[in-house]
């Protein structure tokens, strides 16, 4: 190695020292998580309760003086600042399950306020998270005995979650008209129907005697003889489709029976078009 490689690779080694020291000073300790997630849930008049965390061992968790001392220091920092005016954060309790302490500002903060304070929460190294102490609400769980069978209403991929959505509306006002093979006579339905019609002129696909007529009850689709519909047309049991579809719009819910509705707010016009051989 020349005398001009040696001096140029002691060089760059200083230089890497120094860089790494720069930044191992630069940083403090560690910073703690911040969870913006409860800040996409709008709070009515919004957040004045937070959970912060500090680190096991820390003079925060184990000392109430240190620890309002901490908070003050936070609250007096950013958002205090660019507000003008002092701003008071103070423990509210700490939770039993993790050692958490919830703590509650003097004032509501908007989202950019509230964010401020949790960043200047955990910028203290003793912080190992913060979160905004949401509320919450109980969703709507109706007591029907087969609700627990209606996948499609779980939060599954192929359910539609719709107990958060029952809580802002069940479907009241809203009439649903169900055009399909008419409607049975069904206590877990017959609260939620309204006057339907029966729009079927053939008295073969009808069974009912008559053409069409206000009364749009469900006389059967079944197929007692193969190949009456169309060539080699199977011989089948009724669907009693128009029913079932009525019932998964606006069962009667929450009656402690049967099954629950979608929309069981909503009432249902039961309208028949579909009968033996379709329609
Ligand atoms: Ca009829
Ligand atoms: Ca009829
Ligand atoms: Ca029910």
């Known amino acids: 190695?020349?005398?001009?490689?040696?001096?140029?690779?002691?060089?760059?080694?200083?230089?890497?020292?120094?860089?790494?020291?720069?930044?191992?000073?630069?940083?403090?300790?560690?910073?703690?998580?911040?969870?913006?997630?409860?800040?996409?849930?709008?709070?009515?008049?919004?957040?004045?309760?937070?959970?912060?965390?500090?680190?096991?061992?820390?003079?925060?968790?184990?000392?109430?003086?240190?620890?309002?001392?901490?908070?003050?220091?936070?609250?007096?920092?950013?958002?205090?600042?660019?507000?003008?005016?002092?701003?008071?954060?103070?423990?509210?309790?700490?939770?039993?399950?993790?050692?958490?302490?919830?703590?509650?500002?003097?004032?509501?903060?908007?989202?950019?306020?509230?964010?401020?304070?949790?960043?200047?929460?955990?910028?203290?190294?003793?912080?190992?998270?913060?979160?905004?102490?949401?509320?919450?609400?109980?969703?709507?769980?109706?007591?029907?005995t087969r609700f627990s069978e209606q996948w499609g209403f779980s939060t599954t991929a192929a359910g539609i979650n719709v107990q958060p959505a029952w809580d802002k509306s069940t479907g009241a006002g809203v009439v649903v008209a169900v055009i399909d093979t008419g409607i049975t006579n069904h206590a877990d339905l017959n609260a939620n129907l309204l006057p339907g019609y029966d729009f079927i002129s053939d008295t073969f696909v009808s069974r009912d005697g008559d053409g069409r007529a206000a009364n749009p009850n469900d006389e059967g689709d079944w197929n007692p003889v193969a190949g009456e519909c169309y060539l080699n047309s199977p011989v089948t049991n009724s669907s009693w489709h128009g029913t079932h579809v009525a019932g998964t719009v606006a069962a009667v819910t929450n009656n402690a029976a049967g099954v629950a509705g979608t929309a069981f707010g909503a009432k249902v016009v039961p309208v028949r078009v579909l009968g033996r051989c379709g329609g």
């Open 1 to 144: 190695m020349s005398g001009f490689a040696k001096r140029s690779s002691r060089v760059r080694l200083l230089c890497l020292s120094s860089a790494v020291l720069a930044s191992l000073y630069a940083l403090p300790a560690m910073a703690g998580r911040v969870d913006m997630s409860g800040l996409q849930v709008e709070q009515p008049g919004g957040y004045d309760r937070f959970i912060v965390k500090y680190r096991d061992g820390s003079a925060e968790s184990t000392n109430a003086t240190q620890l309002q001392r901490s908070l003050t220091n936070a609250a007096s920092t950013g958002v205090a600042k660019r507000a003008g005016r002092a701003l008071g954060l103070q423990k509210l309790r700490r939770l039993a399950a993790g050692g958490a302490d919830v703590v509650r500002a003097d004032r509501k903060l908007d989202r950019v306020e509230a964010e401020s304070l949790m960043r200047q929460l955990a910028a203290d190294p003793n912080v190992e998270y913060v979160e905004v102490d949401r509320r919450m609400y109980a969703v709507l769980t109706p007591n029907d």
